[in-house]
């Protein structure tokens, strides 16, 4: 079964400074991939999506993330964080022409001023 | 896009018990899931609404257990029956397909806090 690992649970950094998120996925096919952040007391939104095309993609908030089909990735990154962008992120992975997602665990990130 | 909510937002039952769990989309979309997140733990899919007909339930989720009904396209409901404190977690409904959204990605509701005594 596919399964979506996130290896950093819990991630404090300092304002400014760089952030990578690790995901990684056990599909060898097609696959959709998703980042989902959750701000405290708030929705699951969209951070990110990839389909196909090129392999590094970007999102909302200075967000991007790439895809690496051999290393079964898809990292997220941020050059420069804000206290605001303390949150729970999830990478979520969509084995393609499928419906169901699955999801990694989780990262804590906490950015202290 | 389409805007989703679920009543109610969160909830304290006796064990025994059963609670439906509602979720609203201001438009008509393509397909409705409903998830759980247990306490420290990431989001599992229990099934798929399907309009008109019989869930579809992923492995471990059974039907007895997780009643679900779509009576049309912007409406659906999660039972949680025969309660035990296992069954304390989030649970959240999403939807493809509305409105300004994207066929292929999953929007989610505010999710519903249960807890069971």
């Known amino acids: 079964a596919q399964s979506v690992s996130q290896h950093n649970h819990h991630v404090i950094l300092s304002e400014a400074a760089s952030l990578e998120l690790g995901c990684n996925y056990s599909?060898?096919?097609?696959?959709?991939l998703f980042w989902y952040v959750q701000y405290p007391g708030q929705h699951l939104q969209l951070l990110l999506k990839?389909?196909?095309?090129?392999?590094l993609v970007k999102g909302i908030k200075g967000f991007e993330a790439e895809f690496i089909k051999s290393k079964f990735s898809f990292n997220l990154r941020k050059p420069s964080v804000q206290w605001s962008d303390t949150a729970e992120y999830f990478c979520?992975?969509?084995?393609?022409?499928?419906?169901?997602?699955?999801f990694g665990t989780g990262t804590q990130l906490k950015v202290e001023l | 896009s389409a805007v989703i909510s679920q009543k109610p937002s969160r909830d304290i039952c006796q064990r025994g018990t059963s609670l439906t769990i509602q979720c609203q989309v201001d438009?008509?979309?393509?397909?409705m899931f409903w998830y759980r997140q247990q306490p420290g733990q990431s989001l599992t899919l229990i099934a798929t609404?399907?309009?008109?007909?019989?869930?579809?339930?992923e492995s471990g989720f059974v039907i007895d257990k997780f009643p679900i009904s779509r009576p049309n396209l912007t409406f659906s409901t999660l039972t949680v029956s025969n309660m035990s404190p296992e069954d304390s977690s989030i649970y959240l409904c999403?939807?493809?397909?509305?409105?300004?959204?994207?066929?292929?990605?999953?929007?989610f509701g505010p999710g519903t806090r249960l807890t069971v005594l």
């Open positions: 999403s939807f493809e397909g509305g409105r300004d959204s994207s066929t292929d990605t999953q929007y």
């Open positions: 990839y389909f196909s095309g090129d392999p």
């Open positions: 609404a399907n309009q008109g007909s019989e869930a579809t339930y």
């Open positions: 599909y060898g096919g097609t696959v959709n």
């Open positions: 979520a992975v969509k084995e393609g022409g499928g419906n169901k997602l699955t």
């Open positions: 438009s008509q979309v393509t397909m």
